[in-house]
């Protein structure tokens, strides 16, 4: 079971994706004899496997109902546990775009947290790619390792638990992407430097413009070019349709007569309606996540 290799049916151990209404996910290992107990009723785990990813699950008492899904790594950022701040689907986007991550590329990255960006990341070096990712604190370095395990991709991730502002990186003039998701990505910056190969990209996520600042000076001193800051805001768009009244242009006869053809219809009902199909933003959108820093590192003759 790996989130980077498609299965179609559920079978004992696997890592699945539980879709309960909007918005409600959660991470499930489907294990025999077990049952999962929630609001909506309690759903035994050997009346899932077999069944098809994507299938509807009905509760015991025939009233609740889930999903099972497969895992994504787009999923799995919204099921996950928050042991940190995670990076949504928007900025990861945008910055394995930006870095221009591959098949076969060596990535690394600096600030494991929840693992969150990880997966996309392994996915996007797979199949023979491979991330390095860097965490300082013990317990979330083991954490995540453990969700790698769990969603088959050990194989694709090292987990180091490392302080990288002091220690620095294990490889030199190799990795094709560096990504540095710190309070203090600064003091990084001469670490990835060293690891970076020619050509090599770096991303600095930093949540306020003091960071960005302080970082965008250092890149520059170090020899970083093609120094870009971005910020992404996603605002989603609602495509519905409406009616609305045809406007009366001055076509009098044609008005009057209308409202000579049922004089117990209100002036209102008596106009003529049309479908349209209207495009307009939602009324709450989410706003600032954090700064992408971006910037490419050619050695100087």
């Known amino acids: ?68 899904l497969h895992p994504t790594a787009e999923l799995w950022t919204l099921s996950l546990l928050h042991r940190t701040q995670v990076i949504y689907s928007t900025d990861i986007s945008m910055i394995i775009s930006e870095l221009e991550i591959m098949p076969g590329c060596l990535v690394i990255e600096s600030g494991t947290g929840s693992g969150s960006l990880s997966h996309a990341i392994i996915r996007a070096v797979s199949p023979n790619g491979k991330l390095l990712t860097y965490e300082f604190h013990n317990e979330r370095a083991d954490k995540a390792e453990n969700d790698f395990k769990l969603n088959g991709l050990n194989h694709l991730v090292t987990v180091h638990c490392r302080n990288v502002c002091q220690e620095g990186f294990d490889i030199t003039s190799e990795a094709d992407a560096v990504i540095l998701d710190l309070p203090i990505p600064w003091e990084a910056i001469p670490y990835a430097k060293q690891a970076l190969k020619p ?37 989603p768009y609602r495509v519905k349709k409406m009616e609305l009244p045809i406007a009366n242009t001055g076509n009098c006869e044609s008005f009057q007569s209308n409202e000579r053809s049922d004089p117990s219809t209100s002036h209102h009902e008596n106009k003529s309606k049309r ?10 959108t989410p706003g600032h996540t954090g700064y992408l820093t971006f910037a490419t590192f050619y050695p100087q003759e």
């Open 1 to 68: 079971m790996s989130i980077v290799e498609y299965k179609a049916i559920v079978e004992y151990g696997d890592r699945a994706i539980i879709f309960v209404g909007m918005n409600h996910f959660y991470p499930l290992v489907v294990q025999r004899g077990q049952v999962m107990h929630s609001k909506y009723g309690a759903f035994p785990h050997d009346w899932m496997v077999g069944k098809t990813f994507g299938s509807k699950i009905w509760a015991r008492n025939n009233k609740g109902w889930l999903y099972i």
């Open 199 to 235: 050509g090599g990209r770096i991303c600095c996520f930093s949540p306020c413009i003091e960071q960005v600042q302080r970082s965008c000076m250092c890149l520059r001193d170090h020899g970083f070019i093609d120094v870009k800051v971005l910020e992404t805001i996603l605002r």
């Open 275 to 284: 479908e349209l199909l209207s495009t307009f933003p939602v009324a709450t």
